[in-house]
C-alpha cells in the first residue's frame, strides 16, 4: 500500500491543506487534539528525520515557522506544543517524516512534550556524554 501522506503529497485523496509550496504543505489533522492541530510534511518520501537530507529539513522547518504564523493570526492561541514522534515506539503511525503543530489554549488539559514519557537514566550523565562524545 502506498504512503498516506504521499498519496495527499499528490492530492490523490484529499485533505484540509491551507499552505503549500514545491516541497512542503501544511494541512489539518483528520484527528486533532484541539482547535488548529496541523501536521507539515515533506512532498516527497522518506521515513523519519534520519532519513532525510539537510535540504528537505530546512524546507519543512522552514514551512513549520509559516504554519505556526498562520496559525497564531487565524486561532490566537496561547502557545503552541510542536513535535515528531520519530519510530513506532514514539507513537509515529505514519511512516512519513511529519511534524505536528498543535495549538495550546488556557485551561486545554495537555501537558508539555516533558510529559510524554518518564523514564530517567539510572546511568550518571557523565557517562552518557562520554558514550555521545565518542560518537560526535
Same mark, same amino acid.
Given at each position: 500500500?502506498?504512503?498516506?501522506?504521499? %498519496?495527499?503529497?499528490? +492530492?490523490?485523496?484529499?485533505?484540509?491543506?491551507?499552505?503549500?509550496?514545491? +516541497?512542503?504543505?501544511?494541512?489539518?489533522?483528520?484527528?486533532?487534539?484541539?482547535?488548529? !492541530?496541523?501536521?507539515?510534511?515533506? %512532498?516527497? !518520501?522518506?521515513? &523519519? #528525520?534520519?532519513?532525510?537530507?539537510?535540504?528537505?529539513?530546512? &524546507?519543512?522547518?522552514?514551512?513549520? %515557522? %509559516?504554519?505556526?504564523?498562520?496559525?497564531? +493570526?487565524?486561532?490566537?492561541?496561547?502557545?503552541?506544543?510542536?513535535? #515528531?514522534?520519530?519510530?513506532?515506539?514514539?507513537?509515529?503511525?505514519? +511512516? !512519513?517524516? !511529519?511534524?505536528?503543530?498543535?495549538?495550546?489554549?488556557?485551561?486545554?488539559?495537555?501537558?508539555?512534550?516533558?510529559?510524554?514519557?518518564? &523514564?530517567?537514566?539510572?546511568?550518571?550523565?557523565?557517562?552518557?556524554?562520554?558514550?555521545?562524545?565518542?560518537?560526535?
Amino acid at each position: 500500500m502506498a504512503c498516506l501522506f504521499c %498519496k495527499i503529497a499528490k +492530492k490523490e485523496i484529499p485533505a484540509a491543506i491551507f499552505y503549500e509550496d514545491d +516541497k512542503t504543505m501544511s494541512f489539518l489533522d483528520i484527528n486533532p487534539h484541539s482547535l488548529g !492541530h496541523s501536521v507539515m510534511i515533506l %512532498k516527497n !518520501h522518506s521515513e &523519519n #528525520i534520519l532519513d532525510t537530507n539537510e535540504v528537505d529539513l530546512s &524546507n519543512l522547518f522552514s514551512t513549520v %515557522k %509559516k504554519t505556526t504564523v498562520i496559525l497564531q +493570526k487565524a486561532l490566537n492561541p496561547d502557545g503552541f506544543t510542536i513535535g #515528531i514522534n520519530h519510530g513506532e515506539i514514539a507513537g509515529q503511525l505514519i +511512516k !512519513h517524516l !511529519h511534524i505536528h503543530i498543535i495549538p495550546r489554549y488556557k485551561g486545554d488539559g495537555g501537558g508539555s512534550i516533558h510529559s510524554a514519557v518518564n &523514564n530517567p537514566p539510572k546511568e550518571p550523565l557523565d557517562n552518557i556524554m562520554a558514550k555521545i562524545l565518542q560518537i560526535s
